[in-house]
């Protein structure tokens, strides 16, 4: 029995692909803002500092 090309296998890599891509995309956003939150927070009160760090906290532990 020879084996050939598997129907479909372009077209489910492309969509694993495209899934990946959101992923990567997601956690850069995440990432950013937890970057942005904290830069802002230095500045400001320590409460808000706190939010910073945890918001940082929950990005890492999602990933």
Known sequence: MTRGK???ARRIRALQ???DK????RENR???????LGR????ARPWLQFI???T?????LVR
Not at 22 to 25: G, Y
Not at 30 to 36: D, E, N
Not at 40 to 43: C, P
């Open 6 to 8: 598997r129907r479909g």
């Open 17 to 19: 692909r495209v899934r």
């Open 22 to 25: 959101a992923l990567r995309q």
């Open 30 to 36: 995440r990432a950013g803002l937890a970057r942005r």
């Open 40 to 43: 802002r927070a230095e500045r």
């Open 52 to 54: 910073a760090d945890l």
């Open 56 to 60: 940082a906290l929950l990005a890492k």
